[in-house]
């Protein structure tokens, strides 16, 4: 058999390296420890990349999915994790970028009737390494909930505009890991009111009630989680964003704030 062109290891005459080249949109099963059943599946979508030399005209594209089935069926944490260092040697590459992004599945009990409903959340780990052994990896988690306006409420006689809005927090941690449930219980503590899947009359009135006695700016939301955040030790940085979907204006509000702690 004639030996075939390999065309990505050719020479490339414009001298420009390449940050990150890989594969992006792969959808993927993953198994994700759960706190209070242990394990769940779900499906990720995955992005692969590393660093290209500026004398190589491309990178090997296959290698990348060998990588990623060599896990065979599902993918966890603990594999998540080694993947960087598995491309690092198949692509023989100085630096390795891996996003896993997936939806938790969370039954949520209504606050007064204990009706039970599934609730979903946007989680997101990027495992960043180097070929000299350092390794960054960030968690990410957009947690829902519910804002009522401070000053709408202050001047108004009969009520008070509420939205939904959305926390976007990312940590880096500084020991073991946090359950993600936690991370989301701290997150929907520091709103106006937590959002849920089912609610019954009683459950509606209760979170009415509750996020008019806790209003919050979108300022006042992430200054809460940060403040919440820098309580524990378990974190050496975090980002958290806030947007509100606002009902009363065509635009969103948004605030953020991000700390290096150690």
């Known amino acids: 058999m004639k030996e075939l062109r390999d065309t990505q290891n050719e020479h490339d005459s414009r001298h420009i390296s390449i940050d990150r080249v890989g594969v992006r949109g792969i959808r993927y099963p993953i198994v994700v420890r759960d706190k209070e059943h242990r394990t769940q599946s779900t499906v990720a979508t995955i992005a692969l990349m590393v660093d290209l030399p500026q004398q190589y005209k491309g990178t090997h594209m296959s290698r990348f999915i060998e990588a990623l089935h060599e896990h065979h069926r599902y993918l966890d944490v603990h594999s998540a994790v080694r993947l960087p260092d598995r491309l690092l040697q198949k692509l023989n590459a100085q630096r390795a970028h891996v996003e896993i992004e997936f939806p938790f599945f969370r039954m949520k009990k209504a606050p007064v009737t204990h009706r039970e409903g599934m609730m979903d959340y946007d989680v997101r780990f990027v495992i960043d390494a180097e070929r000299d052994g350092s390794e960054q990896f960030t ?59 089912l609610l019954k009359r009683p459950d509606e009135k209760h979170v009415t009630d509750h996020a008019y006695e806790h209003p919050v700016f979108v300022e006042d939301l992430v200054r809460n989680v940060a403040v919440a955040t820098e309580r524990h030790n378990a974190f050496s940085w975090y980002r958290v964003e806030a947007e509100n979907y606002e009902s009363i204006h065509n635009h969103n509000a948004y605030a953020m704030v991000e700390r290096k702690l150690l």
Do not use: K
């Open 139 to 197: 968690l990410t988690i957009r947690v829902p909930l519910t804002t009522l306006c401070p000053c709408s409420r202050a001047m108004s006689e009969h009520g008070a505009h509420n939205q939904r809005g959305v926390v976007t927090y990312s940590v880096r941690f500084a020991g073991a890991p946090v359950w993600i449930e936690d991370l989301i219980d701290m997150i929907e503590d520091c709103g106006s009111c937590q959002l849920y899947s």
